[in-house]
């Protein structure tokens, strides 16, 4: 297919970094948006100075959009984002599972906004709500009962559906997909991790982080709706990993003599 040029948004993070380079090995131009801009292939960016947006976006064929976990102006950067992307033919919005259900989360319901003006002003959009990501390292420390089975999420997992959403639009344009790669409980984590699971308190989570705490609360006492092997059916070209595949590849990854 004729390489694409797509504006990656959050390019240094978790998310962002997996689809740039997915995309990069895929042949596609690749602006990395970033407030910082290091390398060649950075693009200049803010999600606080729309004109930035603006000038970052300005002939992509696409826009790979991320807002930084801040309730507080989530709102405002996703809104900006997504009008300074109106003429860009196809704006992925990565948001995070069951946030468009009202869950009374708050940087849920933050993101809910933003895919409301995004679905209401955008003619071409994809929405994908990932689920947890996976991590490496570490006890598991969380504030959810022992048997409660967590979706997770491989960052390299979104990159693929995000990546599938640019090439093959007419399988992903105006669609909200949740993701998750595995789902599995806490102590399951822990033992793949080789490491322990410790149970926090409900107050010790509120105490630490309120919206988080609001966020395992749902997952304990109503539980994210996601039809994991329908999903995975559905998109058998993501490749999806399970918990153990993705650490194995973690620690592959791992500079030599360095600890978890
Ligand atoms: N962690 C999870 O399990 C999980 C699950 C589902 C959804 N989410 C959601 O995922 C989002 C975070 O994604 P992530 O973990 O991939 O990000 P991340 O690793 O935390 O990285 C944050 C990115 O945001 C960029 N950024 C920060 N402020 C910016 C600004 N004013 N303008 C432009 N860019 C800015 C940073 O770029 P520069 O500093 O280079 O500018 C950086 O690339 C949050 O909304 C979170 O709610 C997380």
Redesign the pocket.
Known sequence: MKPLTIVV??????????VARLLTERGHHVRR????PAAPTDVH?????PSSLRDAFAGADGVFL?????SEN?VA?GKAAVDAARHVPHVVF????NADRGTGIP??DT?AEVERHLTACHPHWTIL?????M?AGGPVTLPIPPDLKLH??A?EDIAATAVLAFEQPDRLRHRRVDLASDVLTGPEMAALRGTEFVQVSPEQAERYNPDLAAMFRYFTETGLDLDLPALHAEFPEVGWHTYAAWLARAEQRRPPGRGA
Not at 66 to 70: A, C, Q
Request: overall charge neutral.
């Open positions: 948004t959050g390019s240094t993070g978790t998310q962002g970094s997996a948006m970033t407030r910082n960016g803010d999600l606080d100075v991320m807002t930084p976990l801040n989530e950067r990565t948001s995070a599972t940087h849920f993101k709500g990932p689920a947890a990501f991590a997770v999420v960052p």
